[in-house]
């Protein structure tokens, strides 16, 4: 059954594998009027980029073509279609896991569900996360219709391996991180998080991680009644992820400890609206969004694509065997998945903003686009590194 | 927009307020021939039973009325309504509520988003966990036709409060925990868990804890690549209950800290299959179940209503106020969720067996329906509980 | 697989059999603030009513219970279920129907795709034309919420048998079919049905009719390219009432005859629009709604019920038999099919009307909720019969 | 809202405009083990073709690429991505278009919509014929899965403009008439048709007709009670073809003159199972398939776009003008809409088959794809047409 889509307003379809001759997405549900190009895209790519330091040594330049959806620079109301063909693929570094399934991979389900004359083996087949370029490049239209009601969603590495962030940080420096090399948001944890990754390197290991994102100005109410409550939908989205284990929100399992006089929080009045005293809630409650900052956070395994030999058995006789992944690997896949759980955020919240009826599902006004336009100038602009930082 | 759906195939839709004239789910998608009787859901439902030592005083009958589906004592393919008459409602109680939303609760989400004049105040309307009555009905249903696959669902709380258990449980251990008043897999814990319930009464104030679900004998392969991944639509099943903050499967939070080589898990024969020497991908890998023990956990919060006063906003004169709610509230959330969770991890792999073709979708066969018989009555006398002990 | 459901926006559950406790709905989606109470939906079910002259002797008295939803007779934002008790149910009259399945009927069908064990053969089980109550009911919300957009919903039989109509008719005498006991829209019509109306119960056969409805000020616009265009979803909407074979809108399959210089119509202006000069679109254009007036009609088949024995094979012997179906039934169904009808073009253009933003999906203002009140007494109140003309 | 996607698991998504960079299709939900290749779609692709005889100008190659989904020329389980890359394309033809909406056309309701700077005016954008291009991709897949079941789909022109097949046919004359150049079952009509055509094409103007497909082998009991019969799902897939008009199945709107007597069909034993004797009800009662052909109707209006002038207006001045349509354009969309609705046929068919479970939605097993393949081989080479005949 199908399985490739998310989203019930802004609906989005993913296709590709990792070997074959592209990756791409439908995004249907985009209303009229909004200036789209493959610039806004390839902006957002870049941060989930494969190549960049310390991250996959795949090349992939990803650059996006735009088939439909689009007529003078600005969406039509009909479906968007994009494609990003595969170019530096070693499919002959493959041949090994052919009869080799990966532990910690999903070699093996694979072959359990399709059956084995129907599996792609190269590089994970579908199950690569080179399917989550579908899922950044509908972020990035995402992002771009959120800031109609100026809605800004940036993540950061909470912890890397043994290393977390135990401080308080602002706005300002989660959405900065996006030019961190580790997705750090404090330069001391930054070289930390540098040390650990050089590490695993070194040792043919890899780290696993907490993203946590944080959303400013959510418009109030987003989410339904009881199935599809925010934090439902948003925990859907998250969790598929691949690599993601769990998923939390505000006190997440930090609440397990505590007593209901210290888990809630006190209702105050906050310059003209009521709201929350500490955003124990973490702008969630009663599945809806209450106005204050969502803050959730997800955590990824450490990479399983290792060079360190590791016990599986081979197909073709069921003997025990060892594997080397070689290959290019993240040493910590938390660290590109920060942009795409900044995207699947992204794409459920507009999904629920269009829904409660805050982004209109038809067509924007020439008022609507023009604020738009502006709001995003400055998001891409944010955070300016220096030139040469990169 | 509509939010009280869930499920593909096998598809629930709920309705009912707290103090309204019933709650209630009607279940689209159940095959023909599946022998269903008010007894079997009642045996469900009376694991979630306010009135129950140590939790809501409320006391429900909780007697489940079937509308429609069945013909003689079977089902027929239609869809299958229930509903369950709200009884013992003492709506006064909730008029202080009128005024003063409650910390930690969905009252001023609610007034947000629907406005003031459309919200029922009484016992959280909608947003009251009353709610999950139709779930542990579709829960039933599904449970039952889950013993077509021999899948037996089983959960328990892994801690409440600062208590947890840490030591290995057998499945029996789990399964049987359905008879503590507190949920607990050991006697040594019950006594902690009761200890701190009692105290957490005495103090008008409550506790958190963690559920943990296992399932024996899940199909291999059920989710579907890439957005219903297993892991995704549990997750979203588990986290549209209220009071749920955080959930995880398999290794969870805690691969943040480790290395590849240490989460990795090692590919063995077993038997007749390939399987996972330690299951530390708690059954799940590739967002496909893989044939292991499938291990999740969930993090429910401390009941927010309770009698310690708190701070909060009266609405009519936006002046700070304090709130201290009377009426039968658990000392513990947890303790009743854990039966809603088990029925929420039915109703998603119902769906998904069905979705794969292991269960069929249109009508069941009378050798089918012998061996869901047996195994169901195997299920209901499991565990049998000394007489007196509830 | 579920197949109970129907709408995105606006979307409804129906669930009962014919002569099981009760037949309902749940209507998940309705926005906050709609004036509701069971006088309104008993308002529309009288039009659909068996026991009024000329149809069904069954003598329901459709007494409607509002189970959720409403909260001081508004609203509230969730789900509404609303069930009818069956009554006056003599299920003895099928005991033939058993083993003989009905020319016409879905009884046969049933026995194949569900198994002959899981058969409700009490008057049609699920299939019975008494499953539509629920639709009725939700067109009535459906109806009510449309008053927002002052769209107006009206149909009547164009044909009955061999009688037709081939003259114009206005709005005002489509509208005012609603008390004709035979649906027609002229008196000189009415005296025409009736005489075949009474043929027909006299020599125990049926009729089949053409229904007709006409939408006064749709929204601009409704309807989405390419599956969801507003012909298709009508289509679908209509094409599941029992006993319809086939829907047309605008030129219909007249059109089939005529050259495209003859069927494309002018576009003109309107006094401060643009519109079409003759609607031989019937209102829908590219799928889209155009402003003008949308007007389709259906056919329904004779009611296959009928005292007049015909041919089957009865089900122990696999012989030849012949069937008299006694009990009460419509000599057409196409008379009380106009109501359903009606309902299912209100519940479909609701649901669009709130895909594109006309209709709030999360509140209503109370001026708006003002404006639908007034609207809705005039609606009710329009076309006055005189006293005792029922 | 989204409106590009058919189907629940058999389902498709489709995309692009008529003068944009591409048109396609994503495919998701269809199992593994298919063999599939370009050759397959490109069999169906040519009986829709522009550039045939007596069909649209425009001389598209139609080179459809798949972009994923397949490996070593089976399918994997994995969404399907197919795309035709626009050639031929002469958009400055519609320079006169941008100013007159074009009578019958959806120029002025998608203005209406979406707003005339958002609005795709070359050749029609989405709402141009050539986004059926998706259709017949996805149409391709369906049949080639219904072999499994040995369910053949075939069209025909029932009749164009005043010309009319009043005989019986058979099932092979359906099938065969994909090679006529106008879509006629018989020679003697070919040749009426074809002189329809000549005489339109010289005229500048165009004709309707009315397309009928039959269905052979179907599987019993397709369709859900009570939305989401087969006849609605149907209704509904044709429905959305650009130029429909509308549907019947089986005695359609010729039932409304019919007394019950004559509508209802004897139920008869044959060989070994029971049927209906003269098949009335075209295969489908109660909503489902009674395992009778399947019989249905459409009507598609005359080609809209007409050499012919037609009176409109003008968008600068709000003038009346006349527009004459030059370019390519088909004499009558019927013709090449039989292989569209053929389709659409298939792809409802094989949604249904899956989910009743007559297809399997996971994968295919060796003997299932032998059993495919041997049948595909058959219905390509069928009707096998004399050398030089196109």
Redesign the interface.
């Given at each position: 059954?199908?399985?490739?889509?998310?989203g019930?307003?802004f609906?989005i379809?993913?296709?590709?594998?990792s070997h074959?001759?592209?990756?791409?997405v439908?995004i249907?549900?985009v209303p009229?009027?909004l200036p789209l190009s493959t610039e806004d895209i390839k902006f957002e790519l870049e941060f989930r980029r494969p190549g960049r330091l310390y991250v996959s040594g795949r090349r992939e330049k990803d650059e996006p073509?735009?088939?439909?959806?689009?007529?003078n620079n600005?969406?039509?109301?009909?479906?968007?279609?994009v494609?990003v063909r595969n170019s530096d693929v070693i499919s002959s570094l493959y041949e090994e896991v052919k009869y080799k399934?990966r532990?910690?991979?999903?070699?093996?389900?694979?072959i359990?569900?399709?059956?084995y004359?129907?599996?792609?083996y190269?590089g994970g087949?579908?199950?690569s996360a080179r399917?989550t370029v579908g899922r950044v490049i509908a972020g990035a239209v995402a992002k771009k219709l959120l800031m109609l009601t100026n809605t800004w969603i940036a993540g950061h590495l909470r912890?890397l391996?043994?290393e977390e962030l135990k401080e308080e940080i602002s706005f300002e420096e989660v959405l900065c991180s996006k030019y961190s090399p580790v997705r750090a948001s404090k330069k001391e944890l930054e070289e930390k998080f540098e040390a650990l990754v050089k590490k695993?390197m070194q040792e043919g290991?890899?780290?696993?991680?907490?993203a946590e994102i944080v959303v400013k100005n959510s418009p109030?109410?987003l989410?339904?009644?009881?199935?599809?409550?925010i934090?439902?939908?948003?925990?859907?989205?998250?969790?598929?992820i691949?690599a993601?284990?769990?998923?939390?929100?505000?006190?997440?399992?930090n609440?397990?400890?505590?007593?209901?006089?210290?888990?809630?929080?006190?209702?105050?009045?906050k310059d003209n609206r009521?709201g929350?005293?500490y955003n124990y809630?973490g702008g969630i409650?009663?599945?809806?969004?209450?106005?204050e900052d969502i803050v959730l956070r997800c955590?990824?395994?450490?990479?399983?694509?290792?060079r360190?030999p590791?016990?599986?058995?081979d197909l073709r006789n069921?003997e025990?065997t060892t594997i080397s992944v070689i290959g290019r690997h993240d040493p910590a896949v938390?660290i590109r998945g920060v942009a795409v759980v900044e995207s699947m955020v992204a794409i459920t919240l507009v999904d629920h903003a269009m829904?409660?009826?805050y982004i209109?599902?038809?067509?924007l006004t020439?008022d609507q686009i023009s604020v738009i336009q502006q709001r995003w100038e400055r998001y891409v602009n944010s955070c300016k590194p220096m030139a040469g930082s990169q």
């Amino acid at each position: 059954m199908p399985g490739n889509s998310f989203g019930k307003i802004f609906r989005i379809t993913t296709f590709g594998e990792s070997h074959g001759p592209a990756v791409g997405v439908v995004i249907d549900g985009v209303p009229a009027g909004l200036p789209l190009s493959t610039e806004d895209i390839k902006f957002e790519l870049e941060f989930r980029r494969p190549g960049r330091l310390y991250v996959s040594g795949r090349r992939e330049k990803d650059e996006p073509e735009i088939l439909s959806g689009i007529f003078n620079n600005r969406t039509t109301g009909s479906p968007i279609a994009v494609i990003v063909r595969n170019s530096d693929v070693i499919s002959s570094l493959y041949e090994e896991v052919k009869y080799k399934p990966r532990p910690g991979h999903a070699d093996l389900p694979y072959i359990m569900k399709y059956g084995y004359e129907n599996w792609d083996y190269r590089g994970g087949g579908r199950s690569s996360a080179r399917e989550t370029v579908g899922r950044v490049i509908a972020g990035a239209v995402a992002k771009k219709l959120l800031m109609l009601t100026n809605t800004w969603i940036a993540g950061h590495l909470r912890s890397l391996g043994p290393e977390e962030l135990k401080e308080e940080i602002s706005f300002e420096e989660v959405l900065c991180s996006k030019y961190s090399p580790v997705r750090a948001s404090k330069k001391e944890l930054e070289e930390k998080f540098e040390a650990l990754v050089k590490k695993a390197m070194q040792e043919g290991d890899s780290y696993g991680g907490v993203a946590e994102i944080v959303v400013k100005n959510s418009p109030v109410g987003l989410g339904e009644p009881v199935f599809d409550k925010i934090k439902a939908d948003l925990a859907k989205a998250i969790m598929s992820i691949p690599a993601v284990l769990g998923f939390e929100y505000g006190l997440g399992f930090n609440a397990s400890k505590m007593k209901g006089s210290e888990a809630n929080d006190e209702i105050v009045k906050k310059d003209n609206r009521l709201g929350w005293k500490y955003n124990y809630a973490g702008g969630i409650l009663g599945g809806l969004t209450n106005g204050e900052d969502i803050v959730l956070r997800c955590v990824f395994k450490p990479t399983s694509s290792i060079r360190k030999p590791q016990k599986t058995v081979d197909l073709r006789n069921l003997e025990e065997t060892t594997i080397s992944v070689i290959g290019r690997h993240d040493p910590a896949v938390a660290i590109r998945g920060v942009a795409v759980v900044e995207s699947m955020v992204a794409i459920t919240l507009v999904d629920h903003a269009m829904r409660a009826g805050y982004i209109p599902s038809v067509r924007l006004t020439e008022d609507q686009i023009s604020v738009i336009q502006q709001r995003w100038e400055r998001y891409v602009n944010s955070c300016k590194p220096m030139a040469g930082s990169q």
